[in-house]
């Protein structure tokens, strides 16, 4: 549903924009068939890789979809979003393919900072102390087949999520503590700074929205941006002020100032 919830907030955003609009109308009905047509008549791309090495990957409504959610992950990555919408309908799955390949290269490369897999061992011991630690492979797929959401993404979502969060839980040794206080929510009256990203598809804003209930003196601002939002100038300023003095709400005048540089169509 947070997948979900992205691509809706970013197809609005488009729409709202007048040269985004007139660049790429209807993006919720070209979107909606392109992932039909997809999950019909997958497309074989053939792909070559970084070794000189041709791949074939067959494009489906699952591996486009998980193309287009890493592509909101980090800063402004969610502006490419309709361009990349546009540009699969019109035929062009090479992007797609690429992603997928890269993905499934990195699952099996040798850890390495180079390729950002040297973390690989600190990120399954917190996944799986957090996630692990209540469920189980077949209570996630028993979620995920329950959400109200597209049929693709209920067959994306527990492949996405099982392959990089659950699965290795089954063989990394991590015993949650009872109680689990990785995993409870905290309540604080200490000053907190809340950024959250419009359009983050890992920790959405209705997340934060939740936790900001239990932070009474938190301030809490919706920037429009992916996963990652520290990097823009907009949130470091905001942190500086907050840092500065905690307990005054930082100018945030320039999250109104920030606008998406859409990718748009050569001319």
Known sequence: ESAAGVVRAVF???????????????????????????RQAPVPVTVTDEAGQEH???????????????????????????????????????????????????????????????????????ECLQEGSKTDLAAVIAAYEQADVAPTLRDWAPAYHTLENISPCEYWNVTPPEPNVAIEPVTSDLPALMLTGAFDPATPPSLSRAAAERLPNSFFYELPAGHGLILTECALDLIAQFLADPTQAPDSTCIGEMTPSWVLPEK
């Open 12 to 38: 609005a955003a488009c729409a709202a924009d007048p040269v985004c609009e007139a660049a790429y109308p209807n993006l919720d009905a070209v979107f909606s068939d392109l992932l039909a047509q997809l």
């Open 56 to 126: 074939v990957v067959t494009v489906d409504d699952v591996k486009f979809f998980h193309y287009v959610y890493d592509s909101t992950w980090i800063g402004d990555g969610f502006a490419s979003l309709p361009a990349m919408v546009y540009g699969a309908a019109q035929g062009d799955l090479l992007p797609a393919a690429q992603a997928w390949l890269d993905l499934v290269s990195s699952s099996h490369s040798p850890v390495a900072a180079a390729n950002g897999s040297w973390a690989r061992g600190l990120t399954y011991a917190t």
